[in-house]
């Protein structure tokens, strides 16, 4: 196994370390590419492993693979040994130099796209105890992060609601401690032009308003792309608190990915059992801004006919982490997701493909896609080079349909699959396509015209979605075998 010594992402600085290995980079890419392992040396993809990988991602020791305690640093360490027993190696740099010859190669740089945070290249970080092999597959990047790690309660008149069950304290929430006066938002009052004025009209300065989520979704989404917490909720700086009462049950709208600023105000998502008639609540929550370091974590398989053209085969690693008491395991989302990626490595290392192969474990997915939006505006290979993304989340489920998110460029991709499923011994029985939004890290390639699509199952374990019943015991692996099988004859016959 040859693994290369060499950290691609920063090109822009320490250029006197990178001469000094220039001739170790050369030599070492030449054998990466012309050598192979014997299959026997090789381990193989299996439901078992895939079992495996899920259960120990989602196990306690990872705090839910954030920040917290190091979680997503104890995962990445846990992926990239998985990688050095596969005997996969990071992408070379002769490899990069080459795709971007008679090309701009993009300069590492900040951004900060409509709606994000600002995100930033980053040093090693937390990662400065790394080795030059693992951080040889890394790419850095740091971004704001509103830590709730301190307690969290809504009691409602004398009542204590239990926390991810009844509500859900929303991720940008400040901290509080009071007692609010509640009282109950007319609908007429939900609509783009006049929300606002109203609530901060000041009679509101000292209440926890109750609106009903649901008409708030349907009247203030207006447009496709809107950000509507940042629109709406941030402006809000004479209201006391704020309840989204929501009828869709068992699932209520909770989507821990906006957490990298503050509104005002507590934000709260209760279920239709909150009372109609509440008078008074208290409320106690607890968060703190911090900068956060991302890592990417990204392998590479050449193509044995194709190597200029490369296949993305993509999701995240990191998952929500800590909120007031509870541990939000992420078994579904995404441990099962991270433990497919690792056995489509094991095959394609024993099966090399025709084209190129780049896998990547994105950090920062729910720091809204954070993550694959550095990588996007800072890409390795140029991303006309991607004959096809496709990302892998919460796919530990026993449903019978694909859910699945398509981008303009990739539409082909879809009818490829379809043939595929069709064929198969025990087909799904549907892919059931939406259309491209702004849910996973296939949105930050396909908006840039990249050919992607978004894969996760739909069945029982969906209701713990963004909930710390997401754990192993809740996790499905019975799908394993025919995802595996759409997804390796997708790249070897599209």
């Known amino acids: 196994m040859v693994i290369m010594i060499f950290q691609p992402f920063v090109w822009n600085s320490r250029i006197s370390e990178i001469i000094m290995r220039k001739f170790y980079l050369l030599a070492m890419s030449l054998i990466t590419m012309g050598g192979c392992?014997?299959?026997s040396e090789i381990p193989t993809p299996s439901e078992d492993y895939y079992v495996s990988v899920v259960k120990e991602l989602s196990s306690e020791k990872y705090y839910g693979r954030s920040n917290y305690n190091n979680g997503t640093i104890k995962a990445a360490e846990f992926i990239l040994n998985e990688i050095e027993k596969i005997g996969v190696s990071a992408l070379p740099e002769s490899v990069i130099e080459k795709?971007?010859?008679g090309k701009q190669r993009p300069e590492l740089h900040a951004l900060q796209p409509e709606f994000k945070s600002l995100i930033s290249p980053s040093d090693a970080a937390?990662?400065?105890?790394?080795?030059d092999v693992q951080l040889s597959y890394m790419q850095h990047f740091k971004h704001p992060l509103n830590?709730?790690?301190?307690?969290?309660?809504l009691v409602v008149d004398g009542d204590t609601l239990e926390h991810t069950v009844e509500y859900t304290l929303k991720e940008f929430s400040p901290s509080y401690k009071g007692e609010l006066d509640v009282v109950y938002l007319d609908n007429k009052y939900i609509t783009p032009d006049?929300?606002?004025t109203y609530l901060n009209s000041g009679a509101f300065k000292d209440k926890a308003v109750v609106l009903d989520w649901d008409c708030f979704v349907e009247n203030m989404y207006t447009y496709k792309g809107i950000e509507v917490y940042k629109t709406y909720f941030v402006p809000l700086d004479k209201v006391g608190a704020l309840i989204c009462k929501s009828t869709q049950e068992p699932v209520f709208p909770y989507f821990k990915s906006r957490n990298h600023f503050n509104t005002p105000m507590p934000v709260f998502m209760v279920t239709s059992s909150f009372p109609t008639d509440a008078k008074k609540v208290s409320i106690e929550s607890s968060a703190e801004m911090i900068e956060n370091d991302g890592h990417n974590l990204i392998a590479y398989i050449p193509g044995k006919k194709y190597p200029d053209k490369h296949f993305v085969l993509a999701c995240h690693y990191d998952h929500l982490g800590i909120c007031g008491k509870n541990i939000f395991y992420g078994a579904n989302d995404n441990a099962s997701g991270t433990a497919m990626l690792l056995n489509l490595m094991r095959h394609f290392k024993r099966n090399q493909p025709d084209y190129s192969i780049m896998f990547i474990f994105f950090d920062s997915e729910e720091n809204n896609l954070l993550g694959s939006f550095f990588y996007t505006d800072n890409p390795l290979l140029p991303l006309e080079d991607i004959r096809y993304f496709v990302e892998l989340d919460m796919i530990g489920d026993n449903g019978n349909n694909i859910y699945c998110q398509i981008s303009?460029?990739?539409?082909?991709g879809l009818e490829a699959l379809n043939r595929i499923n069709s064929s198969l011994e025990n087909p799904f029985a549907k892919l059931d396509n939406h259309p491209l939004?702004?849910?996973?890290?296939?949105?930050?390639?396909?908006?840039?015209?990249?050919?992607?699509?978004y894969i996760e199952l739909d069945g029982d374990t969906n209701k713990n979605y963004h909930s710390p019943r997401d754990t192993f015991e809740n996790f499905h692996?019975?799908?394993f075998g025919r995802l595996f099988t759409l997804v390796t004859r997708f790249v070897e016959e599209y």
């Open 194 to 196: 006049g929300f606002c």
């Open 147 to 153: 830590a709730q790690r301190g307690n969290v309660e």
């Open 126 to 131: 937390r990662w400065s105890h790394g080795t």
């Open 99 to 101: 795709s971007w010859q």
């Open 437 to 453: 939004d702004d849910y996973a890290d296939h949105y930050p390639f396909g908006i840039k015209g990249v050919p992607a699509i």
């Open 477 to 479: 692996s019975c799908n």
């Open 37 to 39: 392992s014997s299959n």
């Open 408 to 412: 303009d460029a990739g539409k082909e």
